[in-house]
């Protein structure tokens, strides 16, 4: 007969009492709301289609294409048809809007992307681009979550990128480089 020993079951209730439980809020974060847009479709729609996200500016969440950008900084505007499928896997996405330039935001938003959590393939599951659409000049976003700011607050940046994974259908996917 094989026989557990006691300080076994007693060693793993500590990991199985954590299973489940999250800090949507890690500390220090309090001050920052991210709040969440209302569910919407996550179908997959040809990329031709005018009907992609949810509405927003920029979109959160919705329709979006089938294919997915990679996780790195673009220097020009990508489809927000093609990044909604990002979001959909979990990836944050960085735009900004700036014509005269603003290298100060775009080096907050690398930093940012350089800390997001990493896939499978070691790779941050996030990317930055120019999107010349955006209201501001910064947008930081999850799937249903978005953070709108002229200058962009690293540790606004670093309390959202704690809510990854969180609300996204299709979390935890790995990205191509």
């Known amino acids: 007969m094989f026989r557990i020993p006691l300080a076994l079951p007693l060693l793993l209730l500590p990991s199985l009492l954590a299973c489940g439980t999250t800090d949507p809020q890690p500390?220090?974060?309090?001050r920052f709301e991210f709040a969440l847009a209302p569910e919407a479709s996550a179908l997959?729609?040809?990329c031709s289609s005018t009907s992609c996200g949810n509405g927003l500016n920029p979109p959160t969440a919705g329709r979006h294409c089938s294919s997915t950008l990679s996780c790195r900084v673009h220097d020009t505007e990508q489809p927000s048809c093609?990044?909604?499928?990002?979001?959909?896997?979990?990836?944050a996405v960085f735009l900004y809007n700036c014509p005269e330039g603003c290298p100060?935001?775009?080096?907050?938003?690398e930093e940012a992307q350089r800390?997001?959590?990493?896939?499978?393939?070691?790779?941050?599951?996030?990317l930055v681009a120019p999107d010349p659409n955006i209201p501001n000049r910064v947008a930081?976003?999850?799937?249903?979550?978005a953070y709108l700011t002229d200058s962009a607050d690293p540790e606004a940046l670093r309390?959202?990128?704690?809510?990854q994974?969180?609300?996204?259908?299709?979390?935890?996917l790995s990205c191509a480089p």
Request: with cysteine; charged share 25%; proline share 6%.
């Open 27 to 30: 500390q220090g974060c309090e």
């Open 44 to 46: 997959h729609v040809t």
């Open 82 to 91: 093609v990044w909604l499928h990002n979001l959909e896997h979990g990836h």
């Open 104 to 109: 100060e935001e775009v080096a907050k938003l």
């Open 115 to 126: 800390s997001a959590r990493r896939g499978g393939n070691d790779v941050p599951r996030a």
């Open 140 to 145: 930081a976003i999850l799937w249903r979550r």
């Open 159 to 163: 309390c959202l990128l704690a809510l």
């Open 165 to 172: 994974d969180q609300d996204a259908p299709e979390p935890g």
